[in-house]
């Protein structure tokens, strides 16, 4: 099957042995793997004017603690990802549109330079990335005022071009854009009055939860929605209406009028799978991505799916870690290896109870070495078991403290644990499953507490695992921490309950530029004196050209704590 287009295309076919579609994270580390196992003929669709993706206006800090071992920025992430495509002089076409695929590899781009373009290409790395759902797609009653955004799209005001979209905000959904979102509108002198999220658990990962509503008093009120948007030229104000936790709609009578000016919707994402659709690739109705094998293949050989247009990741370093698999793949694709994700001779993975989707779904039975299986969980479960199922007999089980929708889960399996199954069942089961099961500590406290002491129960922001810490305090002290698993928890604990920490990142002016750089500290900063940072901050004025890593201001606030830029202005 194929997408057809209409428009003529002047010019022979460009032959190239590698295409890959899309310039996000994903993209680029697909580009770089394949040439790193001796592809020389790779080129890389961009639409936007520059490579990095979703990452460019992802200013916060997060980034980087699986894949470079540092805690980065978004745009410092995707620069050294850029740089590393730029070492191996990979082109990259920017401002380049796809517009369609077919399974046989023919891939149709339009850019300003070049007008329409056809490439027939010896393989293909998808790296589409995905897209915010709507209000549209939510079915909101009320009018249509200014003043209601996508949470991304509100992200691009504030932190591309210095806009704020709003001053009394009311967030519905709590993705990890959101979240992150409503810590940027507070640091810029927004009111976020409260996040909403229809079901019974958050959205996003639990560090987000920390660091970006309780550090601020943002109420998270869960089972809760909007029923209503009031205002004609603008937002005036939504109903706002608990959900019956058994049917999942609003109850009667439960509304209440919140008056705002701003709504924010952070309500999931969607992978961006059109031209994948289109050319008739085995879809997933489960992840909403591609059918593929353990080598990223999907149902038309030689054509490979990874990050967001796969299946929705909480974190950017997995989306690169699946680029690196996808690149390496096409490699030896083009080496001669054969396969595909529609292939017969394969074993079939499906999710069982409790689980939403597994990727992937199907591993060849000739597959050597371990296979790496990514899910979600359809809710939330503490002291949870992940049990593999193999024709009916248990392959391997997994413990976990907890497992949550938002977080995604992976589990690594050598193939001769299921040599010569029809079919493999990744499922879940659990001691308790609850609304408040998030909210469960995984570590049981003291039974009694020595005099004088008192009891912290933390989740450890230290990194994305986000452990649930029970700590005790006595004069002063930390006598015991349970529950962290490396010992970074430890110290973050010991500091959390002493003296918290966190790392700033924030916006400077830039002279003679329409476009503000994004900075954040070195180091992590006392979370009592962010306020006085952003402020010392907000008086600086940078002077041309800003370079990412550039120290651009020294001991802000007599902390010790240098400012960096994360991005260039040049």
């Given amino acids: 099957m194929t997408c057809e287009n209409t428009t003529p295309i002047t010019g022979e076919p460009i032959y190239r042995d590698l295409v890959v579609i899309g310039g996000g994270a994903a993209g680029l580390a697909a580009a770089a793997s394949a040439y790193d196992n001796g592809v020389r003929d790779i080129v890389i669709l961009e639409r936007e004017g520059a490579t990095g993706g979703i990452l460019k206006q992802c200013i916060h800090n997060g980034f980087g603690l699986h894949r470079f071992d540092e805690e980065l920025a978004g745009p410092e992430y995707a620069l050294r990802e850029a740089a590393r495509v730029a070492e191996r002089n990979i082109e990259v076409r920017l401002n380049t549109m ?240 054969e396969g595909a994700a529609g292939s017969a001779d394969v074993v079939r993975v499906v999710p069982g109870d409790g689980v939403g989707y597994v990727v992937p779904q199907v591993v060849h039975k000739d597959a050597q070495g371990q296979v790496t299986f990514r899910f979600r969980s359809r809710d939330v479960y503490k002291k949870a078991t992940i049990a593999v199922v193999a024709d009916g007999e248990m392959a391997k089980t997994f413990r976990r403290p907890i497992v949550l929708p938002a977080e995604m889960e992976s589990v690594k399996l050598p193939v001769e644990a299921f040599a010569g199954a029809s079919e493999l069942k990744i499922s879940l089961d659990a001691e308790q499953v609850g609304a408040r099961a998030d909210q469960a500590a995984a570590a049981e406290p003291a039974e009694q507490l020595p005099e004088g002491a008192v009891a912290h129960d933390l989740v450890c922001i230290s990194c994305p695992v986000g452990c649930m810490i029970h700590a005790v305090e006595q004069d002063g002290k930390i006598v015991s921490v349970t529950g962290n698993t490396c010992r970074r928890g430890l110290k973050y604990a010991e500091g959390e309950v002493l003296d918290p920490q966190r790392m700033v990142t924030c916006l400077v002016d830039v002279e003679e530029s329409a476009m503000p750089a994004s900075v954040r500290t070195e180091r992590t900063v006392p979370k009592r004196l962010i306020p006085d940072v952003l402020a010392e901050l907000r008086r600086v004025t940078l002077t041309k050209p800003v370079r990412c890593g550039d120290v651009v201001f020294e001991n802000v606030c007599g902390t010790g704590v240098n400012v960096v830029a994360t991005k260039d202005v040049l």
């Fill in 98 to 337: 796809v517009l369609s695929l077919t399974d046989d590899r023919r891939v149709v781009a339009v850019s300003p330079d070049e007008g329409l373009v056809e490439y027939v290409a010896g393989a293909v790395v998808l790296a589409m990335g995905s897209r915010e759902r709507t209000r549209g797609m939510l079915g909101i009653a009320g009018s249509r005022p200014a003043g209601v955004y996508t949470a991304g799209t509100a992200q691009q005001f504030t932190n591309l071009r210095g806009i704020l979209p709003g001053r009394e905000v009311v967030m519905l959904g709590s993705g990890d854009i959101g979240l992150i979102m409503a810590r940027r509108l507070v640091y810029e002198g927004a009111h976020v009055k409260m996040v909403l999220n229809r079901s019974h658990f958050s959205g996003g990962l639990k560090r987000n939860i920390v660091q970006c509503l309780d550090d601020y008093g943002i109420p998270l009120r869960l089972s809760h929605t909007i029923t209503r948007i009031h205002g004609r030229a603008r937002l005036t104000g939504v109903d706002v209406a608990r959900v019956d936790p058994a049917t999942k709609k609003p109850i009667p009578g439960s509304e209440e009028f919140v008056p705002c000016d701003t709504l924010l919707l952070s309500v999931g994402l969607l992978p961006e799978n059109e031209l994948t659709r289109a050319a008739g690739i085995a879809m997933d109705r489960r992840s909403n991505g591609a059918l593929v094998d353990e080598t990223l293949s999907t149902s038309a050989p030689g054509i490979f799916s990874c990050g967001n247009v796969l299946h929705i990741h909480d974190l950017v370093d997995f989306v690169s870690e699946e680029g690196d698999r996808a690149g390496e793949s096409a490699a030896r694709y083009l080496a001669g290896a």
